[in-house]
């Protein structure tokens, strides 16, 4: 049958806007994609070196590991839309100035503490709480940020693209570089790298010349709550955003809880040592730096609604292959490794595809709430995949832990088919 496209037919675009230079001549764009590259290099270090730590440093349990991975994510549920009415009322770059900034400081803390041992699991905790705060803030500017940078939607399959090769580029030697500066200076030390990837994330930051207009005060009368309420209602009064918001949690509860488990049966039931482990995320990282780099040719070439539903069905039955991996342990290895390529294949994908529809259908006034709405959701499934995956890996026992995760995510297939962004034809006219 054939699908049929939702919103206004292609007539509706604005044939008649001039032609604007490509991204590769707008030189701020360029430098905050610089920055962000070594800032998320860095980043992985920290993803990986933080539960290592409480693992090898501390002994953590699963439960304990996956209460890391909670308080890491946790602050999206209570401060992301909160963040989203502040980010639309101020200069975003200004907001990620003072996230990097205190980002650097907090990860700089543990090597410190360690060398002068002083770190214990409950601080490792709260540090990684206190992380996860000003991610949140950093997360809702920059993507109501890029907007800023790149103005004519048209290039915002574009920049998303680049945004997203940088990020699966980061995903592909982040973790084998992790695993190697964590064997050779422990896990707390190897977070100097991240910390100073902020500092350069700073510098490129202060570096960009592109004017950001100062955002209209609130109307008379005008208070968070109202605010907040008017975000939301974009999102779930739209019809392509509501499912996206919808479906995505279930994505990040899916990957994190996978995540969580993995490490812990990769350490304790394979024998995998955190070289190893960095092995399998880098080559596995790979499929997502193939994702990003083909999904604007992918979006061109193929509907829309069926890249997006092709790409997320990936990510939802990917994690059969590590939780029924069996054989040889170089068989059992490279499941691992095909499970993780798949499922970062069609994130990588269906990362453009998603942002690239809700900065379309979104209006500049309302990003930042759009974006802090689906943060809170998105990372509000994640920190529960951490939370429950560490509950049901400790309840089940490891192995058996990771079927039960790998069933349920499955399951989301059904949903999935049946979502109106999979029968969308093309990316709908942008917003007034």
């Known amino acids: 049958m054939t699908a049929t496209a939702i919103g206004p037919g292609p007539q509706t675009r604005p044939a008649e806007r001039p032609p604007t230079a490509r991204l590769r001549h707008n030189r701020d764009f360029l430098k905050f994609w610089s920055g962000e590259t070594l800032s998320l290099l860095g980043s992985q270090v920290t993803t990986l070196a933080l539960p290592l ?7 953590a349990t699963p439960e304990q590991v996956g209460l890391l991975r909670f308080l890491q994510l946790v602050p999206y549920l209570g401060l992301a839309l909160v963040f989203g009415v502040l980010v639309d009322r101020m200069r975003r770059r ?23 041992h002083h770190l214990t699991l409950p601080v490792l905790l709260a540090l990684a709480c206190a992380i996860g705060v000003f991610s949140v803030l950093f997360d809702v500017s920059w993507m109501s940020f890029v907007p800023t940078l790149v103005k004519d939607p048209e290039h ?48 490129t930051l202060l570096w960009i010349r592109t004017p950001e207009p100062r955002p209209e005060p609130p109307a008379a009368g005008r208070h968070l709550g109202r605010e907040l309420a008017e975000g939301l209602r974009w999102v779930f009064g739209d019809r392509v955003l509501r499912p996206l918001a919808l479906v995505g949690p279930f994505c990040n509860f899916s990957m994190v809880s996978v995540w969580t488990v993995f490490v812990l049966y990769a350490v304790r039931d394979q024998g995998l040592t955190p070289t190893w482990i960095g092995v399998v995320f880098s080559a596995s990282s790979v499929g997502g730096l193939i994702g990003a780099a083909v999904s604007g040719r992918v979006i ?24 029924f991996a069996d054989g ?14 798949v499922g970062y294949l069609g994130l990588g994908v269906a990362g453009v595809v998603m942002v690239s529809l809700r900065q ?65 034809r093309e990316l709908p006219p942008p917003a007034a």
């Open 156 to 203: 915002y399959v574009e920049a998303n693209q680049k945004l997203g090769v940088t990020s699966s580029t980061a995903d592909v030697a982040g973790p084998g570089l992790a695993g190697l500066v964590i064997g050779a200076l422990t896990a707390p030390v190897a977070l100097v790298a991240d910390a100073l990837s902020y500092l350069v994330s700073l510098l």
């Open 300 to 323: 061109k070439r193929f509907r829309l609604g069926s890249v997006y539903a092709l790409s997320m069905a990936a990510v939802f039955a990917s994690p059969l292959l590590v939780a």
């Open 53 to 59: 730590t409480a693992v090898i440093a501390f002994d």
């Open 94 to 116: 200004r907001a990620m100035l003072l996230a990097n900034g205190a980002r650097m400081v907090l990860v700089g803390l543990v090597p410190l503490l360690a060398v002068t």
């Open 360 to 424: 379309t259908l979104t209006p500049q006034p309302l990003m930042g709430r759009m974006n802090a709405a689906f943060r809170t959701l998105l990372f509000g499934g994640g920190s529960l995949g951490g939370l429950l995956g560490g509950v049901i890996g400790g309840a089940l026992g490891l192995r058996q832990g990771l079927v039960a995760i790998a069933v349920g995510s499955a399951l989301m297939l059904v949903p999935l088919a049946l979502s109106p962004v999979s029968r969308l």
């Open 328 to 341: 040889p342990k170089p068989v059992r290895t490279a499941l691992f490794v095909g499970s993780f390529f």
